[in-house]
T-cell receptor
Framework: GQQVMQIPQYQHVQEGEDFTTYCNSS?????IQWYKQRPGGHPVFLIQLVKSGEVKKQKRLTFQFGEAKKNSSLHITATQTTDVGTYFCAGLNPSYKLSFGAGTTVTVRA | ETGVTQSPTHLIKTRGQQVTLRCSSQSGHNTVSWYQQALGQGPQFIFQ???????GRGNFPPRFSGLQFPNYSSELNVNALELDDSALYLC??????????FGPGTRLLVL
């Protein structure tokens, strides 16, 4: 079945620095979605990418969908303490099943 | 505020018992998906309901079952609980296959 993998599992970042988390699928995806889950909370939808090579920005967050629609990345610039949480990518396959990666848990050093 | 609500927020059961979790979807949404999130893991798809019919199922045994009602709210039932069923159970509502909005979840502990 479809597998979605994320790296790194943990990201410890100095406040103000940039980092990138990566997402790879074993199969081609209809779209890729990104969610953020704060400690003790539930996943909150951030963005959806549909087109091959698509790039979308939300303030300091830049999301990219690979040309083959099998990988994606999330780049955060000038990390802030509000960025703490776990970022999940989730791939929607042609059968409309959403498969989540294991997430990248981000901690920030002030 | 997503508008998706779940009850109860926390639940403790013992092995072999049965549990029913409830989800009220966001206004205007006709699809509910259920996920199991074990500690430190991503949500795992259990099944989805659209217009009161099951519309896709993940790799979960038949003791995981569900219902969707005419008002699009939903229930997740788990029979013969096992220790490994301890997890956060999330429901998410959407309009068909559109963006899924998650509820706050029910934390289930099986002793």
């Amino acid at each position: 079945g479809q597998q979605v993998m994320q790296i790194p599992q943990y990201q410890h970042v100095q406040e103000g620095e940039d980092f990138t988390t990566y997402c790879n699928s074993s199969t081609t995806l209809s779209n890729i979605q990104w969610y953020k889950q704060r400690p003790g909370g539930h996943p909150v939808f951030l963005i959806q990418l549909v087109k091959s090579g698509e790039v979308k920005k939300q303030k300091r967050l830049t999301f990219q969908f690979g040309e083959a629609k099998k990988n994606s990345s999330l780049h955060i610039t000038a990390t802030q303490t509000t960025d703490v949480g776990t970022y999940f990518c989730a791939g929607l396959n042609p059968s409309y099943k959403l498969s989540f990666g294991a997430g990248t848990t981000v901690t920030v050093r002030a | 505020e997503t508008g998706v609500t779940q009850s109860p927020t926390h639940l403790i059961k013992t092995r072999g018992q049965q549990v029913t979790l409830r989800c009220s979807s966001q206004s205007g949404h006709n699809t509910v998906s259920w996920y199991q999130q074990a500690l430190g893991q991503g949500p795992q798809f259990i099944f989805q309901y659209y217009r009161e019919e099951e519309n896709g199922r993940g790799n979960f045994p038949p003791r995981f079952s569900g219902l969707q009602f005419p008002n699009y709210s939903s229930e997740l039932n788990v029979n013969a609980l096992e220790l490994d069923d301890s997890a956060l159970y999330l429901c998410a509502s959407s309009v068909r296959q559109g963006t899924q909005y998650f509820g706050p979840g029910t934390r289930l502990l099986v002793l």
